[in-house]
């Protein structure tokens, strides 16, 4: 591990879901006004009983997506509300974000760059849900990082602070030396825990703002 106490960063670690597409919380606000749902009661079933709820045993792989479907949609009734799980998967083929591409790709030029994302197993969900088009372009985006730590396969899921150390150990850079993109604040505090400077991205433009003032390159075109 590079252990160097100089300030300046040596890598730029970043969420996929909510950073690199746009946040698949805006789809759920959707369905749920389509399905006559309380606002932000799907982002609330995913808050409740975090680490061994549905989709965390999603995200880990402990289940299959039929599995899945079925653990959810108990989990909605016994909060009082139907839902289609099936739906909920779709919601989260996101839209990718241009300028956050360009951010990564000219980050990429100055730092080590990997990805630490909490999914699903290839060819099931949100991908298979994507124009072949789209499926491509985000193939495309993912071969921008050197690494790409998967819930998915390694059996651990953010918030879990090994799965941060392990994108850490991959890139030989100390926590000290990483800065960390998320848009969800509760991924956002490990990282903080260890070291890591951090970004909580809800508007990308601003997000890209702050990024460029800790790596001091620019990152727009």
Same mark, same amino acid.
């Given at each position: 591990?590079? *252990?160097?106490?100089?300030?300046?960063?040596?890598?730029?670690?970043?969420?996929? =879901?909510?950073?690199?597409? *746009?946040?698949?919380?805006?789809?759920?606000?959707?369905?749920?006004?389509?399905?006559?749902?309380?606002?932000?009661?799907?982002? =609330?079933?995913?808050?409740?009983?975090? %680490?061994?709820?549905?989709? /965390?045993?999603?995200?880990?792989?402990?289940?299959?997506?039929?599995?899945?479907?079925?653990?959810?949609?108990?989990?909605?009734? /016994?909060?009082?509300?139907? #839902?289609? =799980?099936?739906?909920?998967?779709? /919601?989260?083929? =996101? %839209? &990718?974000r241009p300028q956050m591409v360009e951010a990564l790709r000219r980050c990429k030029a100055a730092f080590r760059v990997a990805c630490i994302t909490n999914n699903m197993k290839h060819g099931e969900g949100p991908g298979m849900?994507?124009?072949?088009?789209?499926?491509?372009?985000?193939?495309? &985006?993912? *071969?921008?990082?050197?690494?790409?730590?998967?819930?998915?396969?390694?059996?651990?899921?953010?918030?879990?602070?090994?799965?941060?150390?392990?994108?850490?150990?991959?890139?030989?850079?100390?926590?000290?030396?990483? &800065?960390y993109l998320d848009d969800l604040g509760v991924n956002l505090k490990p990282a903080r825990a260890m070291g890591m400077r951090t970004i909580k991205v809800g508007d990308p433009d601003t997000a890209i703002a702050e990024l460029?003032?800790?790596?001091?390159?620019? #990152?727009?075109?």
């Amino acid at each position: 591990m590079i *252990t160097s106490h100089a300030n300046s960063p040596l890598a730029v670690l970043w969420d996929f =879901g909510g950073v690199i597409l *746009t946040s698949p919380f805006e789809a759920f606000r959707r369905y749920e006004r389509e399905a006559g749902l309380p606002e932000d009661f799907i982002r =609330g079933l995913n808050a409740r009983n975090a %680490d061994a709820n549905a989709w /965390a045993k999603m995200e880990r792989s402990e289940v299959s997506l039929d599995e899945f479907v079925a653990l959810f949609e108990s989990e909605a009734l /016994a909060r009082g509300h139907k #839902l289609d =799980g099936w739906r909920v998967l779709q /919601a989260l083929s =996101g %839209d &990718i974000r241009p300028q956050m591409v360009e951010a990564l790709r000219r980050c990429k030029a100055a730092f080590r760059v990997a990805c630490i994302t909490n999914n699903m197993k290839h060819g099931e969900g949100p991908g298979m849900a994507r124009s072949a088009d789209k499926a491509a372009a985000v193939a495309e &985006i993912m *071969t921008l990082f050197e690494y790409v730590v998967e819930s998915s396969k390694l059996g651990w899921r953010k918030p879990d602070p090994r799965i941060y150390r392990h994108a850490c150990e991959l890139l030989s850079v100390a926590p000290e030396r990483c &800065i960390y993109l998320d848009d969800l604040g509760v991924n956002l505090k490990p990282a903080r825990a260890m070291g890591m400077r951090t970004i909580k991205v809800g508007d990308p433009d601003t997000a890209i703002a702050e990024l460029e003032a800790m790596v001091g390159i620019p #990152l727009r075109g």
